[in-house]
């Protein structure tokens, strides 16, 4: 069974930046992608962004397209999140998460069946 283990979460002032990993224990499938959602009080849980590991494709919400880059290291079993130019709005508990993705990666949470126990990330204004 796959566990994952999310880290680098923390306090960051405005327009800083943060580095998230997510390191997988057991082998996981290339027809997998392995992501991040978050989720903020009252609001409900948003994807982020994710990568397959079989090709590297990746996929990246909107509102984060241009600061947040996905990347995955096939030797280390883990996926980083790099975050940059933070704002306040991307405060939330950060979850990493595993999914299948053989026709693609997918944005909605119900695809994915392995999360983390999630990492808060803080930006303070």
């Known amino acids: 069974q796959v566990q994952l283990v999310e880290s680098g979460g923390g306090l960051v002032q405005a327009g800083g930046s943060l580095r998230l990993s997510c390191a997988a224990s057991?082998?996981?499938?290339?027809?997998?992608?392995t992501g991040w959602f978050r989720q903020a009080p009252g609001k409900e849980r948003e994807f982020v962004a994710a990568v397959r590991w079989s090709d590297g494709s990746t996929n990246t919400a909107e509102s984060v397209k241009g600061r947040f880059t996905i990347s995955r290291d096939i030797a280390k079993n883990t996926i980083y999140l790099q975050m940059n130019s933070l704002k306040p709005e991307d405060t939330a508990t950060y979850y990493c998460?595993?999914?299948?993705?053989?026709?693609?990666?997918?944005?909605?949470?119900?695809?994915?069946?392995?999360w983390g126990q999630g990492t808060q990330v803080t930006v303070s204004s």
């Open positions: 057991g082998r996981t499938s290339g027809t997998y992608a």
């Open positions: 998460a595993r999914g299948w993705a053989g026709f693609g990666i997918l944005v909605t949470a119900k695809a994915y069946d392995i």
